[in-house]
């Protein structure tokens, strides 16, 4: 079982966001030109004499390592690292069971950072290279030159507040603690004391926060979040999830220090259930760090969540709780991809369907972090920072306790998600002194779109792996109702709508919202049949504005609400390219199929006729390729994935115009999964993400196209999730939109499209429209929203 690896042979280790690979190669192979191997991207070749093993007391190999050079190889994977094979095991070599000491001594490949490397671990040890701050020590360092600077700048009438940030944000945290000292050495005051007396509003709470040591600035925003009438969860959540047990201990230490009160003891007064145990569980600071993963205990984890939840009737929270607080990050990374392959279903997906309420969000945050810690703090900042309001407390605590441990892999991936890089978002969203602070921790702009540092495209290959292989499961929040009888429901309709008492919209959205769409089609049959009236005639003339856009939307069949939405999208004096554009990227072949056949019966006119008399240029021909509704079906297929990836890649160095063609040509033809495929392969290719590609080489309404239909590829309900988003945020609805939207994914999909809601936007769905609508518009728009997350 244990062998010691002969020097004859050429071993070589893939990291990946999930496994570590381990394979043969022997010399006669010769390296390929693509650098991009297996799942990460970059392979090293490790030479025979920096390998070194020996064998421990308990029987296991402990393998090390130096690291000496990066370059390209080529082969098969065998097997597994750690055993968890993912082929047939060969006569050779067997498997290793190894505890892995890197010692790294130098590499060019800066793909192998944080996410890899023990959490414990110092970042300048684990990494060689590594620092990933954007705070560092001030060269010629003299404490009590800057606590004379200091003194000098609040003395008198005013302070002068340029010169204090620009010292305070310019030395690190051991630096600063070295001038409270020297301040109170000196001067015989109390530096923070002063900073409170001297500054003002967000800028002094600010600077303050950056003067108290990590522990301590992690404990009182842990005394803050329980203090007052409401916990501020969100504050704990954050804080517990992200820290390592190292700085764990520590901030319970430092709040005994400076409350004289256990940190846990006050955290279970103020929290309840399964939130607060996990709360303890999480304040224990024993996750596993020692990077060890037991190939057998991977599979037995998966599967023991899996019966914890998916598999019952209800869900054994208790397991949950013990396996994501204590299992090392690693191994749970290892556990997520088993479990998915276990269920086609995402870790994340699962707690969405099985949790709730503050727990469910816990729960999250702690896999989020355990996937990429600086993914998840660049979302942390985005939902800090959108939409009409700042929070100012999550990104003023983000950006100090980040500044020198990850800012730069949290700047990467913030430009990976979002169309902005983070510097840019801080500078429209704050002013003054408080925003330069802010921007001398974000340390520059990363305004090179489409452009990849390592970790973005770690996580961005990682991203479209998970897309490729994970079967969700759509779900509608509008179901057929159970005793019904559409002779009973017409009856009940026409009563509503006739005498003089006026018009009982209550009726109306009772029925009709809780029906589905065939049975609407029943109702509507009977009413002609049993009352010689058409319904909708009726229902117009009862009814006015949205409720009744909204309520004959509902009565229509999908192909024929379809077809008059892009009527309407195409008709006046403007278009509404993302109406045509939403609506064509997210329908089957069998449905815009339909569409085109219901256009042509109520308007005599062909929809791609329609289209191209309305539309010009790439634009218009990337609209009648999709109307045509004969995108590819099945599966993706591996070669043809990869042939694709790279004729994309090529375009890229095109002109435009070719570039376009291209793009659209495999875009919309090939099957979904198929592009998944694609999109992922691209990435190796080209180290770029295909989002951010088209958002940087295209234009106008055709980069808005590709880009839905990229968004749609990946994540369909997270991407009509966003334009629901859009729909209302700001001051002013997209009615329009949001009736689209609400009717036509009712039966489809809209429960996901909920779930995706809230992950992304903080808010759930239904508390949007409770606040951005009113009346009976509301009542039915929240009827078919179907509840509250």
């Keep these: 079982m244990n062998k010691i690896i002969q020097p004859s042979v050429e071993r070589a280790f893939f990291l990946c966001p999930s496994h570590i690979y381990y394979g043969l190669w022997r010399r006669q192979i010769d390296p390929p030109t693509n650098p991009l191997c297996v799942g990460l991207g970059v392979a090293l070749r490790l030479r025979h004499d920096g390998f070194k093993s020996k064998v421990q007391p308990s029987g296991r190999v402990s393998v090390s390592w130096d690291l000496c050079r990066s370059?390209?190889?080529?082969?098969?994977?065998?097997?597994?690292?750690?055993?968890?094979?993912?082929?047939?095991?060969?006569?050779?070599?067997?498997?290793?069971?190894?505890?892995?000491?890197?010692?790294?001594?130098?590499?060019?490949?800066?793909?192998?950072?944080?996410?890899?490397?023990?959490?414990?671990?110092?970042?300048?040890?684990?990494?060689?290279?590594?620092?990933?701050?954007?705070?560092?020590?001030?060269?010629?360092?003299?404490?009590?030159?800057?606590?004379?600077?200091?003194?000098?700048?609040?003395?008198?009438?005013?302070?002068?507040?340029?010169?204090?940030?620009?010292?305070?944000?310019?030395?690190?945290?051991?630096?600063?603690?070295?001038?409270?000292?020297?301040?109170?050495?000196?001067?015989?005051?109390?530096?923070?004391?002063?900073?409170?007396?001297?500054?003002?509003?967000?800028?002094?709470?600010?600077?303050?926060?950056?003067?108290?040591?990590?522990?301590?600035?992690?404990?009182?925003?842990?005394?803050?979040?329980?203090?007052?009438?409401?916990?501020?969860?969100?504050?704990?959540?954050?804080?517990?999830?992200?820290?390592?047990?190292?700085?764990?201990?520590?901030?319970?230490?430092?709040?005994?220090?400076?409350?004289?009160?256990?940190?846990?003891?006050?955290?279970?007064?103020?929290?309840?259930?399964?939130?607060?145990?996990?709360?303890?569980?999480?304040?224990?600071?024993?996750?596993d760090e020692s990077g060890v993963v037991n190939a057998d205990l991977v599979g037995e984890d998966a599967r023991e969540l899996y019966a914890a939840g998916e598999e019952q009737w209800g869900t054994d929270e208790a397991s949950f709780i013990m396996l994501l607080g204590n299992r090392s990050v690693y191994h749970l990374r290892m556990v997520f991809d088993e479990y998915q392959a276990l269920t086609e279903k995402s870790i994340e997906d699962s707690i969405k369907s099985e949790l709730s309420g503050d727990f469910e969000r816990l729960m999250l945050a702690v896999v989020q972090c355990i996937r990429s810690v600086p993914m998840y703090f660049a979302k942390r900042l985005y939902k800090s920072m959108k939409g009409l309001g700042t929070a100012d407390n999550s990104l003023i605590r983000i950006m100090i306790s980040r500044s020198e441990l990850d800012m730069l892999d949290i700047r990467e991936c913030f430009r990976l998600q979002y169309e902005k890089s983070l510097y840019n978002m801080i500078k429209d969203d704050t002013s003054g002194e408080y925003k330069r602070t802010l921007l001398q921790l974000c340390g520059g702009d990363d305004d090179i779109a489409g452009e990849f540092f390592p970790e973005a495209a770690q996580i961005a290959y990682k991203m479209w792996e998970i897309s490729a292989v994970t079967k969700v499961q759509l779900r509608g929040t509008v179901r057929a109702a159970p005793g019904f009888d559409p002779g009973s429901d017409a009856k009940a309709l026409r009563k509503a709508m006739k005498g003089f008492a006026g018009t009982d919209e209550d009726t109306i959205i009772d029925i009709l919202a809780n029906r589905s769409n065939a049975q609407r089609q029943e109702i509507r049959q009977s009413f002609k049949s049993l009352l010689g009236r058409d319904l909708m005639a009726d229902l117009k003339s009862e009814l006015s504005k949205n409720l009744c856009r909204l309520i004959t939307g509902l009565v229509m069949t999908p192909a024929e609400f379809d077809a008059k939405m892009m009527k309407k999208a195409m008709e006046g004096a403007g278009t509404d390219e993302h109406g045509l554009i939403e609506i064509l990227v997210t329908r089957s072949n069998q449905e815009i199929q339909a569409m085109n056949a219901a256009f042509e019966d109520d308007y005599r006119k062909s929809l791609e006729d329609a289209i191209t008399s309305d539309t010009s240029g790439h634009f218009s021909q990337i609209l009648v390729s999709l109307v045509q509704g004969a995108r590819e079906e099945g599966p993706a297929d591996i070669d043809r994935a990869m042939a694709d990836a790279q004729e994309l890649g090529e375009a890229c160095n095109e002109d435009s115009n070719d570039m376009e063609i291209k793009f659209m040509s495999i875009l919309c033809n090939r099957s979904f999964p198929h592009l998944r495929r694609v999109f992922q392969e691209f990435v190796k290719c080209t180290n770029k993400d295909i989002e951010l590609i088209v958002k940087k080489d295209m234009s106008g309404d055709f980069k808005n196209a590709v880009l839905a239909l990229v968004r749609s590829v990946k994540n369909q309900p997270s991407y009509l999730a966003d334009r629901l988003y859009k729909a209302m945020k700001g001051l002013g609805t997209d009615d329009r939109a949001l009736i689209r939207i609400m009717v036509s994914r009712s039966e489809v999909d809209l429960f996901n499209i909920r779930k995706e809601f809230k992950d992304t936007h903080d808010v759930t769905l239904h508390e949007f429209i409770q606040a951005d609508t009113s009346g009976d518009y509301r009542k039915a728009l929240l009827l078919l929203c179907g509840g509250e997350d």
């Design 71 to 287: 370059e390209p190889i080529t082969g098969k994977v065998q097997t597994s690292f750690c055993g968890h094979g993912r082929q047939p095991l060969p006569p050779e070599p067997q498997n290793v069971p190894v505890s892995v000491t890197t010692h790294i001594v130098q590499t060019q490949s800066t793909l192998f950072r944080q996410s890899y490397f023990p959490r414990h671990t110092d970042r300048t040890e684990a990494m060689g290279k590594g620092f990933r701050g954007t705070v560092t020590d001030f060269p010629g360092f003299d404490a009590n030159s800057d606590a004379e600077t200091l003194y000098n700048a609040m003395k008198g009438m005013g302070s002068d507040k340029e010169t204090i940030l620009d010292l305070i944000t310019s030395r690190s945290n051991a630096q600063r603690q070295e001038i409270v000292t020297a301040y109170k050495s000196l001067y015989g005051k109390d530096l923070i004391g002063d900073l409170k007396y001297e500054l003002t509003g967000k800028f002094e709470r600010l600077i303050v926060c950056l003067m108290r040591p990590p522990a301590y600035h992690d404990a009182k925003e842990v005394k803050d979040a329980l203090k007052g009438v409401g916990t501020n969860e969100r504050c704990l959540i954050e804080i517990l999830a992200s820290r390592t047990s190292k700085q764990i201990h520590a901030m319970a230490a430092a709040y005994k220090d400076a409350y004289g009160r256990e940190m846990e003891a006050d955290v279970v007064g103020d929290t309840s259930g399964h939130f607060k145990k996990m709360m303890v569980v999480l304040l224990q600071g024993t996750r």
